[in-house]
């Protein structure tokens, strides 16, 4: 049995499994990076343009994560390194606030009581448009109808308005699917 695992051990070794994951793991780090740096906003809001640049960082990192090795030992070997790092990354995000405001962002506040808070909107490359937009898809006519929009750390952005409070006073005619049948039991 021991002789079995110091075959397994100087194979991992030997078919350069480490490399491939400190590639991974740095690929990794570096697309949270960067997508920190240019903008949350990008998250929440795809467009084709932005799609298409998605699937094309995604063929040009596969390289540098795995290298020459294109066996599935090699792919498997970064893949399970990047669940590992996701999964690690997202431990230390919950256990540690300063370092989750760092790599997450902070809300941000960009209507209050029908008044875009431009300051803001600048930080986060938002254009009124985008901000009507945004109101009209939550059902508000206009961002004077909006008493609070935040841009959120997903780079959702999140509105309240007075005509939300109105449609919630009214209950919507379809059921939900679980509704009766959580309280069979």
Do not use: W
Not at 62 to 81: E, K
Not at 116 to 135: G, R, V
């Amino acid at each position: 049995m021991k002789l079995y695992l110091l075959e397994i051990s100087v194979a991992f070794f030997k078919e350069g499994y480490p490399n491939i994951i400190l590639r991974a793991v740095s690929v990794y780090l570096f697309m949270i990076i960067a997508i920190r740096i240019f903008g949350k906003k990008e998250l929440a809001q795809l467009s084709v343009i932005d799609l298409v640049f998605i699937l094309l960082i995604s063929n040009a990192v596969q390289n540098a994560m795995i290298g020459p090795d294109t066996s599935l030992d090699g792919g498997m070997v970064a893949a399970g390194s990047l669940f590992l790092a996701n999964y690690t990354m997202k431990r230390l995000l919950y256990k540690n606030k300063k370092i989750n405001e760092l790599i997450q962002g902070e809300t941000l506040l960009l209507i209050y009581k029908g008044v875009p808070n431009m300051e803001n909107c600048d930080k986060a490359e938002i254009t009124i448009e985008e901000l009507e937009a945004a109101a009209r898809e939550h059902g508000s006519k206009d961002i004077q109808n909006v008493d609070l929009a935040m841009l959120e750390v997903d780079g959702n952005i999140s509105i309240i308005s007075s005509d939300f409070q109105k449609k919630g006073q009214y209950s919507h005619p379809r059921k939900h699917k679980f509704k009766g049948r959580l309280n069979q039991n």
